[in-house]
């Protein structure tokens, strides 16, 4: 049997000090670099959900021109000021496959497309306008587009901070373009060159 003495015991502990220099300055360190990541997202947080929002709304608007050329449903955009939603809903026709469009009303039901997401605007991320073939609207709206006919020009103001984006989507392309402005500036529009060659026999 082995026994320990106290003196033996006080030596086996193990001696308990402080944090030397070094090691306090690489955790100063490690905490400046955590602080400084943290910071610069934390910043960079509105411009980049600014972008985000701004893609989305691209993507809904590239979804009624191909909704538009591929469906022979009427299609809608559809803006709700109220709780901030932008989405793209489909008229469900009632009518028997085969009946003449243009010899009967149009009936059936408005639903929302369900394979295009719903883009929601934050507090700090608006959409400050439409524009319409030139017409502003601010607050809700709600605009129809048909199969085969000429859709209007699409302008939507989406403003963040000190930017203001223009989502724009011209009735002769399928896919919407962006452009970026600050707030202050002049309003910035495309130009669609197709409309403005189309009665010149060289283009």
Same mark, same amino acid.
């Given at each position: 049997m082995i026994t320990l003495s106290n003196n033996s015991m006080t030596r086996l502990a193990p001696r308990r000090g402080a944090f030397t220099l070094v090691e306090m300055i690489v955790v100063i360190v490690i905490l400046s670099i955590l602080a400084g990541v943290t910071t610069v997202r934390m910043t960079n947080t509105l411009p980049r959900r600014g972008k985000v929002t701004v893609q989305r709304v691209q993507n809904v608007l590239d979804t009624l021109a191909h909704r538009q050329v591929a469906s022979q449903a009427l299609a809608a955009l559809v803006y709700d000021a109220n709780v901030g939603e932008l989405w793209v !809903?489909?008229? @469900?026709? +009632? +009518?028997p496959l085969g009946e003449n469009p243009t010899t009967r009303?149009? !009936? %059936?039901?408005w639903r929302r497309d369900t394979l295009t997401p719903v883009v929601r605007f934050e507090k700090d991320i608006r959409l @400050? +306008? +439409?524009?319409?073939? %030139?017409q502003l609207e601010r607050g809700s709206f709600r605009i129809e587009v048909a199969p085969n006919r000429m859709r209007p020009s699409i302008e939507i103001d989406i403003a963040f901070g000190n930017t203001l984006e223009t989502v724009s989507l011209l009735p002769s392309e399928m896919r919407s373009m962006s452009l970026s402005e600050e707030a202050t500036n002049v309003r910035l529009s495309p130009e669609d060159l197709n409309a403005e060659g189309a009665g010149d026999e060289r283009w």
């Open positions: !809903e489909r008229l @469900d026709s +009632a +009518a009303p149009i !009936e %059936g039901q @400050d +306008a +439409a524009v319409f073939d %030139g």
